[in-house]
């Protein structure tokens, strides 16, 4: 008896083992008749740690991709692929072989290199024949008017106080601070340091097992000794904000703005060409989107199960 139900046991096991790698294997979306299978995307959903949803939107973009390519008959020959994959190995102060050797160490088998940079190249001269047909030159004029609406972005401190917030955990920092006004007044609670009956913004005292974990200091920050992310952060902020809560290499840290010192502004000679760059990366971005928008909206999708 015992040994019937010990085989029956393993038998639905190996049902439900054999059930589940059929559901994965299955087919979950039919793009132009390219299919997309729940494995892949499971598997680009845990490679790049985003929501599976978010994984097939992105494989159904490369479908569309792959067909377009194929309609515009868009080759890559060897010649071209060699010079590109020479170029990457110079960049990095070595020979061809000695990448593809890097690539081996790395677990990359040198024909699946070059299959997936052959499809980059392919997608590279699909996206410059989408810009070349749609792309509007921008002129001195649009520059300007994005110079004058966005000074802030060409506003410039040579330092800040700040109260200086740090801790090993996020929570604990979070758990001071319960939005992103923390302070109405950052002088009073940089004068605060250290007082026992602190209190946050909205007048409840602050849990002192949560304040022992954190360490405050008022410190002054100078542009050109800080990372400058994090200054372009300060500088966007406003005084009395407290700053997103960030991850250090020693734990975690946020800043409360006491002051802004040594304002100066980009003249706009200086700015535009930054300004240029930015406007045509999204202006190509805008145009590659709407492409892509309207492809997906005309294509044959059928939907068999969703992830």
Same mark, same amino acid.
């Given at each position: 008896m015992l040994k019937k139900s010990f085989l029956a046991a393993i038998f639905g096991l190996f049902l439900s083992v054999s059930a589940n790698a059929a559901l994965v294997d299955a087919i979950s979306v039919?793009?132009?008749?390219?299919?997309? !299978?729940? *494995?892949?995307?499971?598997?680009? /959903?845990?490679?790049?740690?985003?929501?599976?949803?978010e994984a097939l939107e992105?494989?159904?973009?490369?479908?569309?991709?792959?067909?377009?390519?194929?309609?515009?008959?868009?080759?890559?020959?060897?010649?071209?692929?060699?010079?590109?994959?020479? &170029?990457?190995?110079?960049?990095?102060?070595?020979?061809?072989? /000695?990448? *593809?050797?890097?690539l081996f160490r790395e677990g990359v088998l040198a024909d699946t290199y070059r299959s997936e940079l052959k499809q980059k190249l392919q997608r590279d001269r699909l996206y410059q024949y989408i810009l070349s047909s749609k *792309? %509007?030159?921008?002129?001195?004029?649009?520059?300007?008017?994005y110079y004058n609406n966005n000074l802030i972005e060409f506003t410039r401190f040579e330092s800040f106080d700040v109260v200086k917030i740090?801790? &090993?955990?996020?929570?604990?920092?979070? &758990?001071?601070? *319960?939005?992103?006004? &923390?302070?109405?007044?950052? !002088?009073d609670a940089a004068a605060k340091i250290g007082d026992e009956n602190l209190?946050? %913004?909205?007048?409840?005292?602050i849990d002192p097992a949560k304040e022992q974990n954190v360490t405050r200091s008022y410190v002054q920050i100078l542009s050109i000794d800080e990372d400058?992310?994090?200054?372009?952060?300060? /500088?966007?902020?406003?005084?009395? %904000?407290?700053?997103?809560?960030?991850? !250090? /290499?020693?734990g975690f840290v946020t800043y409360i703005i006491v002051s802004k010192n040594g304002k100066s502004v980009i003249p706009f000679e200086q700015a535009k060409n930054a300004i240029m760059t930015k406007l045509s990366s999204i202006q190509e971005s805008t145009i590659i989107k709407e492409h892509f928008e309207t492809l997906k909206a005309r294509a044959s999708i059928t939907i068999i199960r969703l992830p």
């Open positions: 039919v793009v132009d008749d390219e299919p997309i !299978t729940m *494995y892949e995307i499971y598997r680009l /959903s845990k490679q790049f740690d985003i929501p599976t949803r992105v494989l159904i973009r490369e479908k569309l991709e792959l067909s377009q390519i194929k309609q515009m008959n868009i080759q890559v020959d060897d010649f071209v692929l060699n010079q590109q994959i020479e &170029a990457i190995a110079a960049k990095n102060n070595m020979s061809v072989q /000695s990448f *593809y050797g890097a *792309y %509007e030159n921008i002129d001195e004029d649009k520059l300007l008017v740090e801790g &090993a955990n996020a929570d604990d920092i979070a &758990a001071v601070f *319960y939005d992103d006004k &923390a302070d109405k007044n950052p !002088t209190t946050n %913004e909205t007048g409840v005292q400058p992310k994090v200054i372009a952060l300060l /500088s966007k902020s406003e005084v009395g %904000e407290r700053m997103p809560i960030m991850q !250090t /290499s020693d």
